[in-house]
């Protein structure tokens, strides 16, 4: 089963607006990653964020954490018609035999409109 | 070379023959994924390599599937006896064992008719 829910499952905005996505996760994490990807096909790898880490920025892109509520926003800034993709978030476990792999939620679809 | 590659980029059977898919990881990348997607669904997790270490097969759905990593390099997910379930994208990943970012391929996408 996916450990990272994402909300909305779908989001339309315009052109400028900001976008914001969340992720809950259930288990302890070494990190959270959030990719994006364009019809259906490979993930790009957008940000990453660590466990002892609230708040991290890369361009227009904003990412926190709230290890207590194990939930993480994402939040895209001035959104273009080419932000429009699928959003995902991911979590690395903190050790033990999972350690290598990432856990997927199931995604939020966001459409910008020109 | 550039990126995570795979092949097919499509492969379309029919309900119970063999496929194998391949990827062919970042040159110097240790770890190996593999995913599966389903259509508009998240990824789901199927087999991890780490170097020389026995592979994380926790995420296989059946003995229907198996996976090998010839050389440290190049991988094949081998899925037997097609089922239409199996139909999905199917997606590889590498990453250097000390960082945390995964670079992902272009996938396969699976029909089973």
């Known amino acids: 089963s996916q450990q990272g829910e994402e909300d909305p499952q779908a989001l339309s905005i315009q052109e400028g607006e900001n976008a914001t996505m969340n992720c809950s996760y259930k288990?302890?994490?070494?990190?959270l990653q959030w990719y994006r990807q364009n019809s259906g096909r490979g993930l790009v790898h957008l940000i990453l964020?660590?466990?002892?880490?609230r708040e991290k920025h890369s361009g227009r892109l904003r990412v926190t954490l709230d290890t207590s509520k194990k939930s993480s926003s994402l939040l895209i800034t001035a959104s273009r018609a080419a932000d429009t993709a699928s959003y995902f978030c991911?979590?690395?476990?903190?050790?033990?035999?999972?350690?290598?792999?990432?856990?997927f939620g199931q995604g939020t679809i966001l459409t910008v409109h020109p | 070379g550039a990126g995570v590659s795979q092949s097919p980029s499509n492969k379309v059977t029919e309900k119970g023959k063999d496929v194998e898919l391949r990827c062919d990881p970042i040159?110097?990348?240790?770890?190996l994924y593999w995913y599966r997607q389903r259509l508009g669904q998240g990824l789901e997790f199927l087999i991890y390599?780490?170097?020389?270490?026995?592979?994380?097969k926790s995420g296989l759905p059946s003995d229907r599937f198996s996976a090998e990593r010839t050389g440290g390099s190049v991988s094949t997910l081998t899925i037997q006896r097609t089922q239409q379930e199996d139909s999905a994208v199917y997606l590889c990943?590498?990453?250097?064992?000390?960082?945390?970012?995964?670079?992902f391929g272009p996938g396969t996408r699976l029909t089973v008719l």
């Open positions: 964020i660590r466990s002892n880490e």
């Open positions: 390599f780490q170097g020389n270490s026995a592979p994380d």
């Open positions: 990943a590498s990453s250097l064992p000390t960082l945390h970012t995964q670079y």
């Open positions: 288990t302890s994490i070494n990190n």
């Open positions: 991911a979590t690395r476990t903190d050790g033990g035999t999972s350690y290598g792999k990432l856990t």
């Open positions: 040159s110097g990348h240790t770890a």
